[in-house]
């Protein structure tokens, strides 16, 4: 059974760096396209990163273009998420996620339950 467990959110003032951990069981992360979204209050959930299904290619949304990596450690089965320069629009609910293909949202089957980033100004 697939289980994606997210840890590493919490309060940081803006200008600051948090780093987001999913820890994989189930699933080869190396194998899988392996993504990141987040959701922030009233809004739907939307892209954050990826990796493609083969991990030769890495995607970011416009918004944290620059300011946010994605990785990936094989040893540990874990996706990272980097995130530099925070800014308080990027307070949301942050979720990993994995499929056999990737892409938009509907091809993710296995989601983790989410952790809280607030970014304070």
């Known amino acids: 059974q697939v289980q994606l467990v997210e840890s590493g959110g919490g309060l940081v003032q803006a200008g600051g760096s948090l780093r987001l951990s999913c820890a994989a069981s189930?699933?080869?992360?190396?194998?899988?396209?392996m993504a990141w979204f987040r959701q922030a209050p009233g809004k739907e959930r939307e892209f954050v990163a990826r990796?493609?299904?083969?991990?030769?290619?890495?995607y970011y949304a416009a918004p944290v273009r620059g300011r946010f990596t994605i990785s990936r450690d094989n040893a540990k089965n874990t996706m990272y998420l980097q995130m530099n320069s925070l800014k308080p629009e990027d307070t949301a609910v942050y979720y990993c996620?994995?499929?056999?293909?990737?892409?938009?949202?509907?091809?993710?089957?296995?989601w983790g339950q989410g952790t809280q980033v607030t970014v304070s100004s």
């Open positions: 996620a994995a499929g056999s293909v990737g892409g938009p949202q509907y091809k993710y089957d296995s």
């Open positions: 189930g699933l080869t992360v190396t194998s899988h396209s």
């Open positions: 990796f493609d299904w083969s991990g030769g290619s890495i």
